[in-house]
């Protein structure tokens, strides 16, 4: 398909050898590929590097605002598309790109995600409308200073792309389990700048509702056992986000 406008694809990374290979496959209508390292173990820079069109940047992770704001820092084209490497670039949804961008009508366009966990499509459990920006003029956008669940906010209309995005965020319950926790640190540190304190509340409260509003009022319990252990493992995350913030307070690695 014939393009009218170069685009700039972008990516963090951190130990993603797995899925590099087939992830710079699915750009095949990027004009560049900007990828930002946070200095991997494995073989992801090395795989990144291979390749022709591939720039790669290695900086220390701080958190994924600043990351992602770096990153759009170094695209030489207007038009950029930022996936993850967990999800899947598929070819109808490159060529609907494409197509968008040779008369855009917004400065940023929404794909709606279809979330797969442990090999099964979930279409509960507060998946139901998780539409997410992934194409978008950088003159316009900028990722706000959210250490983590960052938000890329644009100047100007925004619209919605009509494929759908895989979302295979599901390597193993370790991994996911890790990305949490991960998550739940980074939430505690940005809870703690705010001088917000935990209290038996956050404790006891906030992981029961979390669960149960996930499970019954967002549905996961339509989604069998898979719809069960990601309410569990997002009510857990809940509670570790204040034992974190608590942590912090106390002083306690």
């Not at 939430?187 to 304190?197: G, I, P, R, S, W």
Request: hydrophobic content about 40%.
């Amino acid at each position: 398909m014939e393009k009218s406008v170069k685009i700039s694809a972008i990516a963090i990374t951190l130990n993603e050898e797995k899925a590099m290979e087939g992830y710079l496959k699915s750009l095949w209508f990027a004009d560049e590929i900007i990828i930002v390292d946070s200095f991997s173990s494995d073989a992801t820079v090395a795989i990144a590097s291979a390749h022709e069109k591939v720039t790669v940047y290695q900086r220390s992770f701080d958190n994924f605002s600043a990351q992602k704001n770096f990153a759009l820092s170094k695209a030489a084209n207007d038009w950029v598309v930022f996936f993850d490497l967990d999800e899947e670039i598929t070819t109808t949804l490159s060529e609907e790109i494409i197509k968008t961008l040779k008369n855009p009508k917004a400065n940023a366009y929404f794909v709606k995600r279809d979330f797969h966990f442990m090999k099964k499509r979930i279409k509960y459990s507060g998946m139901q409308n998780d539409f997410v920006i992934r194409v978008f003029n950088k003159n316009h956008c900028r990722y706000n200073n959210n250490l983590v669940h960052e938000a890329l906010e644009v100047v100007g209309e925004t619209a919605k792309l009509k494929q759908h995005l895989p979302h295979h965020t599901y390597k193993s319950l370790d991994d996911y389990t890790q990305k949490l926790h991960k998550y739940s640190a980074l939430q505690a540190k940005m809870l703690y700048e705010k001088k917000k304190k935990p209290n038996w509340y956050h404790f006891l409260f906030r992981p029961w509702y979390r669960f149960w509003h996930q499970y019954l009022i967002r549905l996961g319990i339509l989604d069998g056992k898979e719809g069960f252990i990601l309410a569990y493992t997002s009510a857990f995350a809940t509670f570790k986000r204040y034992v974190n913030l608590w942590m912090l307070y106390r002083k306690i690695d």
